[in-house]
DNA sequence: TCCTTAATGGAAACAGTTTCCAATAATAAC
DNA sequence: GTTATTATTGGAAACTGTTTCCATTAAGGA
């Protein structure tokens, strides 16, 4: 399929042509579909609120797309125990803040939190610069995750 | 086969027997082997570590097992990106002091650190305590991972 | 020792992801 | 605009880590 509908977000193509990538049609929907949520996708998830719009965006597509977008560092990938990569765009189109993650191990939900955020960039800073030096080890990134209980298993279960 | 030789570390029975789950020889090797070493297994890793010298455990007994002592606690689960759950025991027999990890991107090579560790847990403490008020969320467990390149791997590639 | 029931191994099924390749389309060169 | 180059593509098939199934075995309590 052509090109044709650029639907005016353009905010990332300089960075993925910087990477010398080229802009299609199917990347669009894809960083489209992530921009227009804050759920964690899969792949498949990704896949399924295209195929309406996009019925010749295929499943392989999505998977080396997302691949290439978290490499260039668009999408960030995360592993929540669901047995399935989730996605989220690293920074969205307005620059949202960067965040960390509250997992059930119940039911699998997944709060973001910005809530300390601050005195946990903080530390972390900190904390790189002193590994950085000490394991000779260049930090590009880092991830936060806290693992329990949300409030409606906890209601469920004693 | 019949539980004949109990090699001595029992200090993991207690909490095992509590969860009500029995002891066999199995679990025994599996449990002795993650002890054995500082290394972030994979079940397959495991499993050929045990297989010399207990020929009739099972793979699939050892995918349960891990799971099994992950449930209950004993035994922490990883994602290191390279598409295989990854085991470490949570604390050793001898009550080994709490780490996390950097993780090289390129050659997966995972470096266990201690160093920061108490601002870290401090900062966490404090965090946890927020968040779990704010969110109604019992948090049992954290993560952290920092993401980069190794000093090979920095070395080998400007 | 016997009994109940959890635990086991191996084969097969499963599911998420990757590979392969011929066809197509995005960009660079003109 | 046209053409040439080369990345990107969809779909089928392969792959791989993990789970399921079920008949057999053995742990631990009586
Ligand atoms: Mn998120
Ligand atoms: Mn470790
Ligand atoms: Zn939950
Ligand atoms: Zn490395």
Redesign the interface.
Known sequence: MPCQKRCGSQWWHGKVKDCGYRITAGREAIIDTLAATHDHLSAEDVYSRIHARFPNVGLTTIYRTLDMLAQAGLVS?F?F?DGKSRYELTQGPKGEHHHHH?V??ECKRV?D?T??ID??LE?LR???K???Q??????????????????DC?RDQP
Chains 1, 2 share one sequence.
């Open positions: 990938r592993d125990g509250l059930c191990t709060i939190y809530d300390f005195d946990e530390l900190r904390t790189e002193g590994l950085s000490k394991y000779n080890f260049r930090i590009d990134n880092h991830m936060i995750q806290f693992y329990g209980v949300c409030k906890l």
